[in-house]
């Protein structure tokens, strides 16, 4: 299972009881953070949940309101005593952003690596994760994050029996070992059935609705869009600032063909975004218009 | 008059409920701010104060929460369209952090002005007010900050009358101008009584209980103080992280001999403050273990 929680929901800056866009996904001890802005740290705490498994750290892009919070999150993972390297995954540049961030948090327990991300998109399968990052259309070079989870085949007791694979090594085999034994060689591939389906979530801001986005967010369970603004007439602030209305963005989960969307990234002066979740429904029934700390697990379909 | 408020109360590190310690202070239009760690132009909106009117910006030393916050305000300051220049002081280096720190906020409609204090201390005038920088005892070069707003002798219709001083030059010289009209020069002291008592505001915070603090506090109208610990034994950890037990602050506003004290900046770890306000007020009577958002407006004395 994979538990995701959107721990802010405002855009540009934050507000009283409106932290930043920030998604903070969970699975199989090891959290992901994207974005991270003034306040971050403070959503974090106060939902309850931990900074010491955070193992990486996306960044959509440079603007204030998705990486200020970035210090505030590192002093709090140095506070949690990990040691672990922490990876951050940005577009090109991020270190030397988060170097110029850091002068507040020069001294760190862990080490960071860093995997900066040039042209279309990357692709980064780590801690169980595949991460894969593609271009949006903003003011800056600006990238969404779709973070998914594979799940292998069926583990096929009899496939195991017929090849004669001792029983220790099925659990190996299982995880996706190859196993060596007195010549012989065993791979997942003899005792595992067809991948199933995982769970997949797309995260996508700040941006005007492009063919990327739904392409990317194509069949997933769960789709976080911006929506800056919720009427439909702010679409010309839309194209010129370069974010979405909650319609362009219901459009796209349409097109995406997705299970859920999730609405976010509002402007402060949208206080009641939820005013207009009915608009966005007619062309989506399945949207929500988030607020700040929603959660979700995504659980594995059964068999 | 002098507006002070304690946007919050918080040290080391922002948590849900309690903004990192920062006060703003407004007089006669201009408004100056002390600290600005992560979270502080929430706390300004919270209190429905304003960015505009941001004249000066004093930060204690480069510790995370007391600086984190400055992009964001100066961010906030760009939304709210001003465009006149901003004083920002500071210690030795304030200008290289701040530019640092400004990758997110690289392009801004004001200026802004650096004073940096080296050494002992310093004194600035400016919008009305005296701001008096004086050293610390932390682990990192750190200044506390003395806010006066001085108040002209009373005006003197008798001396005014007598000396053939056109009425349409009073209210210049109440305000201290200097008046010269057909050879003859008009002084403020012509017309005004003795300097009266003004207003005084002391900000002492990351710091050991030093003599340098209780003599820039004397009789202060405010102190403002840390107290990072509430329980008396944890003066060891006082001792080691250079900051004070609730006990110390109230012995400083003792020696200064303070109007009132107010104490801030408790550790993350010290839920309750206020079960030790009856232990300090043992020490100083009138001082208060402040939540955030405390704020207070000191007048002139009747004359």
């Not at 042209?119 to 595949?130: C, P």
């Amino acid at each position: 299972m994979l538990d995701l929680c959107l721990l802010g929901t405002g855009g540009m800056m934050p507000l009283p009881n409106r932290w930043l866009t920030s998604l903070l996904c969970k699975y199989n001890g090891s959290s992901v953070l994207i974005d991270c802005g003034e306040g971050t740290q403070i959503a974090i705490r106060e939902k309850g949940l931990t900074f010491k498994p955070i193992d990486v750290i996306c960044i959509t892009h440079f603007h204030g309101d998705h990486i200020s919070g970035l210090p505030g999150v590192l002093l709090a993972m140095a506070n949690s005593e990990r040691t672990e390297p922490l990876i951050i995954i940005g577009p090109r540049g991020v270190q030397r952003v988060v170097g110029h961030l850091r002068i507040v948090a020069p001294e760190l327990p862990f080490e960071i690596r860093y995997l900066e991300i040039t042209g279309d998109g990357a692709h980064f399968e780590m801690y169980g994760y595949s991460i894969d990052a593609f271009r949006l259309d903003h003011g800056m070079p600006c990238y969404g994050y779709t973070i998914s989870v594979k799940r292998a085949g069926k583990f096929d007791v009899k496939a195991a029996e017929e090849n004669n694979i001792p029983l220790k090594f099925w659990n190996r085999l299982q995880k996706g070992e190859t196993v060596k034994e007195g010549g012989r060689t065993f791979t997942p591939d003899m005792v595992l059935g067809p991948e199933r389906k995982g769970l997949k979530v797309t995260y996508a801001t700040d941006s005007r609705p492009v063919k990327s986005i739904s392409e990317n967010a194509k069949n997933a369970d769960l789709f976080i869009c911006e929506g800056m603004y919720g009427e439909k007439s702010d679409v010309n602030n839309a194209v010129r600032y370069k974010h979405m209305t909650f319609e362009e963005a219901g459009t796209l989960a349409k097109e995406a063909d997705a299970k859920e969307l999730w609405l976010t990234h509002y402007s402060p002066a949208l206080m009641r975004p939820d005013m207009y979740e009915a608009d966005v429904q007619k062309i989506f029934p399945n949207a929500h218009v988030c607020r700040d700390g929603r959660d979700k697990t995504l659980y594995f379909e059964e068999d």
